[in-house]
């Protein structure tokens, strides 16, 4: 597991930073989801705390990661997984970093590359066209405003084409919005066993909950 520079015990915070969402589950998969997990005395990932508050609307939220994370494309669903890894290791966000790690190591059945990559990509042994669109995600999340069109061109001439980038792209842009999501609402890591268990599942079945 990784080091980031506020560490966080995950058997020290359980309980989100807003008692009122955490407390008003609606009606849905994610307050069965919840019930059945308390009921057991089980960790669960207190993401659906959040999904579950306002289930109208976070339902469409599952969807397009969803779509965005496993349509059919010309960029794997393992080199997506490991974008929305890369990108909340970027932003230091241990859970969503821990959880789609273990996606991408489930996919790509290599888990000492993808942390690897995570702690340095560039001493990696992850190939230089795939080190191209890392580079890209990670500008793309720490320095915005110095993204312009030749680093696009840069991809394309790696040997990435538009469909790829856009979902690169998506996937980025989406993982910007977990991070923050998750972080500032007090969403706590889980064991290394629950996280490994969420990647497998993830990894298995994507992130409509049924």
Same mark, same amino acid.
């Given at each position: 597991?990784?080091?980031?520079?506020?560490?966080?015990?995950?058997?020290?915070?359980?309980? #989100?930073?807003?008692?009122?969402?955490?407390?008003?589950?609606?009606? *849905?998969?994610?307050?069965?989801?919840?019930?059945?997990?308390?009921?057991?005395?089980?960790?669960?990932?207190?993401?659906?705390?959040?999904?579950?508050?306002? @289930?109208?609307?976070?339902?469409?939220?599952? =969807?397009?990661? @969803?779509?965005? #994370? &496993?349509?059919?494309? +010309? %960029?794997?669903?393992?080199?997506?997984?490991? %974008?929305?890894?890369?990108?909340?290791?970027?932003? @230091?966000?241990?859970?969503?970093?821990?959880?789609?790690?273990? $996606?991408?190591?489930?996919?790509?059945?290599?888990?000492? #590359?993808?942390?690897?990559?995570? &702690?340095?990509?560039? *001493?990696?042994? #992850?190939?230089?066209?795939?080190?191209?669109?890392?580079?890209?995600? *990670?500008?793309?999340?720490?320095?915005?405003?110095?993204?312009?069109?030749?680093?696009?061109?840069?991809?394309?001439?790696?040997?990435?084409?538009?469909?790829?980038?856009?979902?690169?792209?998506? +996937?980025?842009?989406?993982?910007?919005?977990?991070? &923050?999501?998750?972080? $500032?609402?007090?969403?706590?890591?889980?064991?290394? $066993?629950?996280? &490994?268990?969420?990647? @497998?599942?993830?990894?298995?079945? *994507?992130?409509? =909950?049924?």
């Amino acid at each position: 597991m990784p080091t980031f520079s506020t560490p966080v015990d995950p058997t020290e915070f359980k309980t #989100l930073f807003l008692p009122g969402v955490e407390a008003n589950p609606q009606p *849905g998969v994610y307050q069965s989801l919840i019930a059945a997990a308390k009921s057991a005395n089980a960790e669960y990932s207190k993401i659906w705390d959040l999904f579950a508050f306002q @289930q109208e609307f976070t339902a469409h939220l599952a =969807r397009f990661s @969803q779509g965005v #994370l &496993r349509q059919p494309a +010309t %960029i794997s669903t393992a080199m997506r997984e490991l %974008i929305a890894a890369y990108t909340s290791y970027q932003n @230091q966000c241990g859970f969503c970093t821990n959880s789609h790690a273990s $996606a991408a190591s489930a996919l790509l059945g290599d888990e000492t #590359l993808v942390w690897d990559v995570l &702690r340095d990509l560039e *001493g990696s042994p #992850l190939p230089e066209k795939e080190k191209v669109l890392l580079r890209f995600v *990670g500008k793309v999340t720490t320095n915005l405003p110095a993204v312009q069109r030749d680093d696009v061109a840069a991809l394309q001439a790696a040997g990435w084409d538009d469909e790829a980038i856009y979902y690169a792209i998506t +996937t980025c842009a989406l993982f910007n919005f977990y991070n &923050r999501w998750i972080t $500032a609402t007090g969403v706590p890591e889980m064991s290394e $066993a629950a996280h &490994r268990v969420q990647g @497998q599942r993830i990894a298995a079945h *994507g992130y409509v =909950r049924d």
